[in-house]
């Protein structure tokens, strides 16, 4: 068997992976996409820590994450194609108006 | 059950690597979707089958085909051009992003085990639908019910965001949906149909 810590060892380097997405792309759909790779590193980390412990609430807390990353992706492109309407542009650099 | 594990996280960071630096949108939604069947193979080598299924039908399939259809529709597929408002800004991702995932790897390397592997796997029945949905409708009632909820609202809410104005017949200017924001200020909620339906009477 695979030592639990190979396995958190793995999600860690992919939810920074997701993180420096996050933090250097630029349209927001790519955004997105790094997002979804850091809820994939914590659902691997979840899936881990139920395996050392022998308890299912692990597995089913991914259950529930993976429906909110459905829900988020619905929502948040909605309003990416909503913004794109009026803007014509998805960079983030130029949706800055909230900017304080 | 090494080789497996050391093919597919391999597979798993390649996909990442390309999801963050493909300079085609598609191309990094495709690296996408290499991550996350890795992922699901990985749950599977965990005893999650049940998570390993859904992950491949709900994130790869359902999710990646939203987000392709989106890149598309968009045309986004193309990068962005031009400097970088912020200065240095990625390679000081590329630096806190390591030191991030170098004291994840030290953390990890801190956890052990409470209890030997092999026996606390057994505990799991193999991750199964059955044993999952168990601990899912008993346990975990009130938040599976909460989240169900929480998909109708996303249902509604993601066809109230993208509708366009219905036309009013009667001259009452068009409302705008919830949450869009006026090209110039991001403050002004005057829309162009109402400015064209005030020109139209002036003009009568």
Same mark, same amino acid.
């Given at each position: 068997m695979v030592p639990t810590t190979y396995y958190l060892a793995l999600s860690g380097i992919l939810f920074a992976l997701g993180m420096i997405g996050v933090l250097t792309r630029r349209t927001a759909i790519m955004v997105f996409l790094s997002v979804e790779l850091m809820l994939n590193a914590s659902n691997i980390a979840l899936v881990a820590f139920a395996r050392s412990w022998g308890d299912l609430t692990g597995q089913t807390a991914v259950f529930i994450v993976m429906t909110l990353a459905a829900a988020e992706v619905a929502i948040g492109l909605a309003i990416i194609i909503a913004i794109f309407r009026k803007?014509? +542009? +998805?960079?983030v650099d130029d949706l800055a108006t909230l900017k304080g | 059950m090494m080789l497996a594990f050391i093919i597919l996280g391999a597979l798993t960071l390649v996909g990442g690597v390309i999801t963050i630096s493909a300079r085609n949108a598609v191309h990094a939604a495709l690296g996408l979707v290499g991550t996350l069947l890795s992922v699901g193979g990985l749950f599977a080598s965990m005893n999650a089958s049940f998570l390993a299924a859904t992950q491949v039908i709900?994130? #790869? =399939? #359902?999710i990646m085909v939203l987000f392709l259809f989106v890149i598309m529709l968009l045309n986004a597929n193309q990068p962005v051009t031009g400097r970088?408002?912020?200065?240095f800004v990625r390679e000081l991702a590329g630096i806190g992003g390591t030191l991030l995932a170098g004291a994840f790897v030290v953390l990890a390397f801190t956890y052990e085990d409470p209890a030997p592997l092999a026996t606390s796997a057994a505990a799991?029945? =193999? =991750?199964t639908a059955g044993a999952v949905g168990e601990t899912l409708l008993t346990r975990f009632l009130l938040p599976f019910e909460a989240v169900s909820v929480l998909l109708l609202v996303a249902i509604v809410g993601a066809v109230a965001l993208v509708q366009r104005p219905v036309p009013q017949p009667d001259g009452v200017p068009d409302t705008e949906p919830a949450g869009l924001l006026a090209p110039?200020? =991001?403050?002004?909620?005057?829309s162009v149909t109402q400015e064209a339906v005030l020109k139209e009477r002036g003009r009568a």
């Open positions: 803007r014509e +542009t +998805t960079n | 709900v994130y #790869a =399939g #359902a970088d408002p912020v200065p799991l029945r =193999g =991750g110039d200020t =991001g403050l002004v909620f005057e």
